[in-house]
């Protein structure tokens, strides 16, 4: 949506418009009453426009097309049906004299790219190549009706991409793929004005190959070819014969801008270390005015005046792409005090009950100011998960150290070498960040050369958690009862994931003959259907569980506490299984191991707190996740639902993308109560760090952002930082360790 705002209106979107983007039912960013190429060419008489694809368009701009068909941007598992609804339609309006201009947002590429990344091709992926020519074609066809269709002689064809992709496949970051989106204008006129043009053209002294332009430019020059006005609010720059016209319209903008703006006033020309940036502006103005005043005498002058001009619109645009950005600084203040007061009442709570510094407080104090200040710093927060791997590694060695001088501890070090010898797996799962992301890890370059251990390990996985699903405590019929639930669930759930990576990454299933037939087995039924009856499976066992509890209750028989909060906990396993990536299963069953090596240690309340702390954040890194906006998978987002719902997708994406950290949420609540741990003193206290953990970080995210707001990276590095500070605060820590944790899981678990 940013983008396709920038391309319409000329204009630079704001930071709030990519968070508006995700909300895909959102009316509030809708471009109906601003001035936009679009709008010029519908006041047009007879002006009518046509729009197939991506209804982006559709909610951006209501009531301004005659004929359309949008499709759904965010269902991402979709290659096929996105384009083929575009493609229908492109033979009989090539046929059509009726229109003015026809948009054509095609999403393949796009979800290829999400689904596989963009050099699918090299990890045997069949849909990257094939889609390609299938665009190629598609240029072709509309090409040649250009070429032989009278109507069709003065049409020109735009092709561009809205947005690039990095190495992973996403985009939404500044890295050179996601920026680097391709632009060419298509017309068979082009021969008459630049015969024998050669493509690529050749490379200048700095090896670019072609020109680069704004995306913003897009507007002014369509402006040009079409012959409307320049849109109001553009900041793009046209490089045809309407410069003059470009640069009073810019300027108008600036002057909107900033009423100081003296168009005539050359107080400071001359004066460069005295003048300011709006007083250079002016200048420029007056030198490129006067330029093309006096190349009308002599035309020699003129290529001096254009560039004069071209000059002045690039300046007027770097100052007013800052100028959309602006901010009141009074309510960054405001927001950073709220905060500050937060970690007050945070450490007022802890320190409340006489918490006294022990050694692993200090720890925690420690890793608490390490994260503050690594905040302030752009590499180390897009690099934060080395910060946490390194941590874990610590608190590992001082676990050990600590255990060893306690003998009733059966913690001993081949227990800590297994502990730490997983987190290294976990480590170099997924690569994350920026400097290793392209790096080869295990879930990208080793499963897809070894699919039957991907498989062989998830089964494993699978088969773990229906061991944990069973009842411990219940004997006879009530054991099959329990078994004949939850066998077939686990078993179908398998199933699922191994048939809808069929669907999603085909080049996992292709070499394993029996996968391939499951597969086959329920290939009848759609993958909504069977993400459908997975949820609903896991809900009857929820429900059967908190059944057997309650009878179990009130008829007064006994049974650990842990026995319940390891079956619950089990059935939350499996809801996160199915909404996280096949690649990513066996990571499941590592934590599982980990957590069962942490039981065999006698940790304290804050111990236990500290750790889940820990592992949380790792696991979110390990699982694929980072500080950027391209890194948010949405391939799980989905499932079990046929249309897009919001709230659903909203739910199910954070769910796919923090699944590691509520897994070990739950996890806390089992160790908590396996060691028979009194939740009521002192004081909760392990909310109570988390709580201090949460609001310290999001105040220093904050203090970083208000005092770098003028940094190169604020808006590609540290803002969204903040908008991930925001996610773990409200979305995992209010959501999940407080409303989910320490509500539902605590009536569940005890």
Not at 74 to 87: G, K, P, R, Y
Not at 167 to 175: E, L, V, Y
Not at 449 to 478: C, M, S
Not at 662 to 673: G, H
Request: with cysteine; glycine share 6%.
């Amino acid at each position: 949506m940013p983008r396709v705002k920038a391309i319409t209106t000329g204009s630079v979107p704001s930071f709030l418009d990519v968070i508006l983007n995700f909300a895909e039912s959102d009316t509030t960013s809708t471009l109906a009453h601003q001035d936009t190429w679009l709008a010029q060419i519908k006041r047009r008489p007879g002006g009518r426009l046509i729009m197939y694809g991506d209804d982006t368009w559709l909610k951006l701009f209501p009531g301004m097309f005659d004929r359309h068909d949008g499709t759904t941007s965010f269902f991402v598992s979709d290659f096929v049906e996105v384009d083929n609804n575009v493609t229908r339609h492109v033979p009989e309006e090539l046929q059509n004299d009726d229109w003015s201009a026809m948009i054509m947002h095609y999403l393949g590429l796009d979800h290829i790219g999400h689904k596989a990344g963009p050099f699918s091709l090299m990890r045997a992926s069949p849909y990257m190549i094939p889609k390609q020519r299938e665009m190629d074609s598609i240029v072709k066809q509309i090409y040649t009706a250009m070429e032989k269709q009278d109507h069709l002689a003065s049409t020109v064809l735009v092709l561009c991409g809205d947005h690039g992709m990095n190495d992973a496949g996403n985009h939404g970051g500044a890295s050179p793929g996601e920026t680097s989106a391709a632009l060419t204008f298509i017309s068979p006129k082009f021969r008459q004005t630049q015969p024998g043009k050669i493509s690529p053209s050749v490379a200048s002294e700095d090896l670019n190959f072609y020109d680069v332009v704004e995306q913003s430019d897009i507007a002014p020059t369509l402006a040009g070819l079409l012959g409307f006005p320049i849109p109001l609010n553009n900041l793009g720059l046209e490089r045809l014969h309407l410069l003059l016209d470009n640069g009073r319209q810019i300027l108008n903008v600036v002057k909107a801008t900033y009423p100081k703006f003296n168009e005539h006033s050359a107080l400071y020309c001359g004066e460069r270390t005295l003048a300011t940036d709006l007083s250079n502006l002016e200048c420029q103005w007056q030198k490129a005015s006067q330029l093309f005043q006096e190349a009308k005498a002599d035309l020699t002058l003129l290529p001096d005046a254009e560039t004069s001009l071209i000059e002045f619109c690039r300046a007027a645009q770097r100052i007013m792409s800052n100028a959309s950005s602006n901010y009141t600084v009074t309510r960054l203040y405001q927001g950073t005090a709220v905060a500050f007061m937060a970690v007050l009442l945070s450490l007022i709570s802890i320190f409340k009950f006489s918490l006294k510094l022990t050694r692993d407080m200090k720890y925690f104090l420690l890793v608490v100011a390490g994260y503050s200040s690594l905040m302030f710093a752009s590499s180390y927060v897009e690099e934060e998960q080395q910060f946490w791997y390194w941590a874990l590694t610590g608190w590992i060695c001082y676990l050990y150290l600590r255990t060893c001088r306690r003998a009733t501890s059966s913690f001993r070090f081949g227990s800590a070498l297994c502990l730490a010898a997983l987190s290294r797996i976990a480590r170099r799962w997924n690569q994350t960040g920026q400097k290793f992301a392209a790096e080869p890890d295990i879930a990208t370059t080793f499963f897809s050369n070894h699919p039957n251990i991907l498989w062989i390990l998830a089964l494993f996985t699978y088969t773990d958690v229906y061991q944990r699903l069973k009842p411990l405590d219940l004997e006879g019929r009530k054991v099959n009862i329990a078994s004949a639930l939850y066998l077939p669930l686990t078993s179908f759930a398998f199933i699922f994931k191994a048939a809808f990576t069929s669907a999603d990454a085909p080049e996992l299933i292709r070499h394993t003959p029996l996968l391939s037939s499951l597969v086959g087995s329920v290939q009848s039924l759609s993958l909504l259907f069977q993400a459908r009856f997975i949820f609903a499976g896991l809900c009857g066992a929820l429900l059967y569980g908190a059944f057997a509890k309650f009878k179990a209750s009130r008829g007064l028989q006994y049974r650990r506490r842990a026995d319940w909060s390891s079956t619950f906990h089990a059935i939350l396993s499996l809801f996160l299984l199915s909404q996280s990536r096949a690649t990513n299963v066996p990571l499941f069953g590592i934590f599982q191991l980990q957590y069962d090596l942490l039981l065999s240690m006698s940790l304290s309340h804050s111990e236990i707190a500290i750790t889940s702390l820990l592992m949380q954040y790792t696991a979110f890194f390990a699982l694929g996740g980072s500080n950027a906006i391209s890194s948010i998978d949405l391939s799980n987002a989905y499932n079990g639902i046929g249309s897009y719902n919001v709230v659903l997708v909203g739910i199910l994406t954070f769910v796919g993308n923090w699944a590691g950290p509520i897994w070990w949420v739950s996890a806390t609540q089992c160790m908590l109560r396996m060691k028979n741990q009194n939740l009521k003193t002192p004081g909760d206290i392990h909310l109570q760090l988390w709580t201090l953990f949460t609001a310290t970080s999001l105040l220093a995210v904050m203090v970083a952002c208000t005092v770098l707001r003028a940094h190169l990276f604020i808006w590609t590095v540290f803002s969204p930082k903040f908008l991930y500070s925001a996610a773990w605060a409200l979305g995992h820590h209010v959501v999940v360790n407080i409303l989910f944790g320490e509500g539902l899981l605590r009536l569940l678990y005890n």
